[in-house]
């Protein structure tokens, strides 16, 4: 068979038991494939088992089409959820922006720079305003102008848009509206948001002003999954930065930008390299 | 008149308006005070000045018993909150404590180094189980076991403990019970917490495994004030620590444990050399 | 006299004495100023003072064309160093750069956003790969080769340059050549550098590298003001980010590039905002 | 045969090649083990492969005494370094003190405290300072006065005392005596140091000092391995705390203290937990 240079990647959870990671890696070993990653977690609480394993598919007996049925029976076996992605079947990423420009720029540049293993085929938004920076990086650029009365119409027109560009992943870059429950599942664990708050506290608007209110020491920004309850989705990266009393509103948002696309560009990172397994409201991130 | 060695330091806030800083620094200037450490701020979108300023008593004009009524004009031409306190006359602190004892061991073993400018002349428990530390550095402890029927009455023999002691402020170091309104009204602005939470995120009991089920990917403290709104008192200091999904409730609570102590230990050593200005909600810290 | 809208900004040191803070906030004060911040330091053990302090002029009696001649005087008692800035009057900032755009991509977006309060008259650069970016930003790209023979004569077109645009600090960010001692002196303690190693370890080229191989479990950057001994001037930021044995060198270039790139905006920030002073090789940073 | 409870940890490392997971966890599962926990590095470069793999013994078919020579010819197929502990059976760790109590102080309470799964049979320190903190916990304590003429001799005596108490790693907590060559290869790998800087910066002695003359602004500390070159063995963990023009060296000192005992805390947590293994000059940490 023809030589092929994908890199495997399994993600896989079952409820735990005897000789799960033996035979898993049997699998890989046993069809000349070279294990370059392996990282398995149990949670003994509730016996359930997670894993992430990357293979080099150089030597591997079967081809890229033939992995999924040829795992089948092990996974109904394990009674298990799992996905197979390829390394170099670069995920195609929709940006979500509406007038804020700075997780635009943080990922268009890193993306530019190769950081992330991704494709991004068009940036939406519900403003003309960033479309200078998409044509920088000679990105498409979509406008949907969003209000109550028409937001269900206007989203469907985006779903038409994200399948012709077979887009698997979304990212809200400081998207300034709430997405229908109509829209969320249609991508499930698929929606990446940043919010600008150490989840769960300051929960909905302004955060900022709230923790300034609070008089706080510390803000922090969330990234995590869209759920249809607001704010409530798995989280997959946060991190914070220390405040004083000399800092006013407009020096937390200004240090809140700095958090944000940090913590965004952190969480499309591992997204995009399949480091992240959701279960329940909780990520396992395979880092 | 004879040379003291005390240290002044003043701790002042009041409506902005011109000339503060140099009238101030004037009145030290003027009694031959050298001024040591000075550090302002003010609030612009409210108007309002908070100063501390520390000086040398060396060669000062006045002692240290005339010095409240000599600044007593300037204070009252300003409208202001204020307290002298000399760095020499150290603060009398009362711990209260539980049955967790790493609060206390951190405090006590600080407190032997010299690290805090306080005394600390009792340590106040529900439970007895930690005579032994307390033995250990020599400090009384006294057990008034707390149950809703007879809380009142045994606050009350506390607070006369405490004026018997000379209390200025306590720490309540993981001490499990809610103080009554009347208490904390004894002791405004005095009483020093430490909530096991990155408040306002995780108020009220059990925060590590709220943290737990909420899948956070940081876990925080928060040394507060005591007010009669249960967590809702001015924050003194905020600290985070990292976790991952491979924390269960145990590694939390160990890892809180650091958090905690050393959060508490901050506070105290600002509270401690008057660095603190409470200001609403809020807390100026003069670090 | 007319009415002005100025900010003033003094940065001192001199020698410690009594009555330094009250006589610099009374020569503010007399003449109708109002102070918006202040903040002192005292080396106690050097007996040397340093202050930073920063006043509303609109209704100073005297111009900002005044300011020295009538503050000289004061500062000739003192024995001082000093300099009066005014905030509204923006540094001039050239940012030399060679091939890596990542420290000149986030000072220009920055800049766009507005965060610094400075003007960027030019851009200089020994190799032509970023023009482009500056374009996209409308700041004229001076190209200026060099190699050992001919550094000194580009220098001298370079300072030619600069003065033409009334350049008052330079910024290398991330520019691969050590420049000249004639140079250096030219701008001392104005030539902002960046170090990707938390100095002073790590001093010399490919410093990823040296700490791949030391086996260090944290990276770090500095910025500091050129001096003519490399990597040797005065610290004004450093920070750090952990990495593990996962990450390999060009890892920890990925990672640098994050750290790289907002300890240079933290320090350029302070600086701008003259918050900066130097002390033999150390620095003051009133935040 | 009879159920036993024991938790074993393999660690191991050798050249990569196809198979090494499937065969090594094979081996788990064919005996009846179920494995808790299984963390693999490959470095990819230089092509070596490591891991650690704790399963859980109840239904295993051999005993703690077989698995050795079970687990032989496939540690040599593979050319393998190896060792297999037992959670069980605790570590047997000896603490070396001078003056200084702040690092021992930390790990006798947290010992107390359970946090570390070891034995501390005994103390060794080279003055009597520390004896009250030992007896406390109930800990012998040894008292070797050092100097040039008779360290060999007193080493020697300490190393007889370390055999009777069937010591397997040393901790020098702040112990300020350079161990001899002999001693440290006794116990390859297994001696615990924290310097209080971090390292490779300063080197040697005084390094607050040293960071305090060279203006960081930021100190840090190192916990390493060992090795006959002084401060330059294998790094266990490092961290940091961030320092200001305000801090004189005795709030260097102060702060590092509470760097130091952390640091060192976390190693010896990591390294009584199978979880270090040392590669050349370097360190796989499986946390």
């Known amino acids: 068979m023809p030589e092929n240079n994908l890199t495997a990647i399994l993600l896989l959870s079952c409820p735990d038991r005897g000789g799960l990671v033996s035979r898993i890696s049997h699998f890989v070993f046993e069809r000349g494939g070279n294990i370059l990653d392996l990282d398995e977690h149990v949670d003994i609480e509730n016996k359930y088992f997670f894993i992430r394993i990357a293979w080099d598919m150089k030597n591997f007996s079967i081809s890229e089409n033939e992995i999924i049925s040829a795992f089948m029976p092990l996974a109904k076996e394990f009674n298990a959820q799992w996905k197979i992605n390829f390394a170099e079947r670069k995920l195609r990423v929709a940006i979500f922006v509406s007038k804020l420009d700075h997780c635009l720029q943080e990922i268009l540049w890193r993306q530019h720079l190769g950081e992330f293993n991704i494709e991004i085929p068009l940036i939406i938004s519900n403003h003309p305003d960033l479309k200078t920076l998409a044509d920088h990086y000679s990105i498409p650029y979509y406008v949907f102008s969003i209000d109550e009365k028409i937001k269900e119409e206007q989203e469907k027109k985006e779903l038409t ?8 992943t979304i990212v809200l870059a400081r998207y300034m509206q709430i997405l229908t ?32 209110e609070r008089g706080v020491k510390i ?49 499309l990172y591992n997204h ?11 990520t396992i991130i395979f880092e």
Chains 1, 2, 3, 4 share one sequence.
């Open 219 to 267: 803000i922090g920004g969330t990234s995590h999954y869209v759920t249809i309850e607001l704010d409530e989705g798995p989280i997959i990266e946060q991190d914070i930065i220390r405040i004083s009393h000399k800092d006013k509103i407009s020096d937390l948002v200004r240090k809140g930008r700095d958090l944000e696309r940090m913590i965004l560009a952190r969480a």
């Open 272 to 282: 995009a390299q399949h480091r992240v397994l959701v279960y329940g409201k909780k």
């Open 161 to 168: 848009l994200l399948k012709e560009h077979k887009v698997d």
């Open 181 to 212: 429950s109509a829209f969320v599942n249609e991508y499930p664990n698929r929606i990446i948001n940043i919010h600008h708050s150490f989840l769960p506290a300051f929960v909905g608007p302004n955060p900022y002003k709230q923790a300034y």
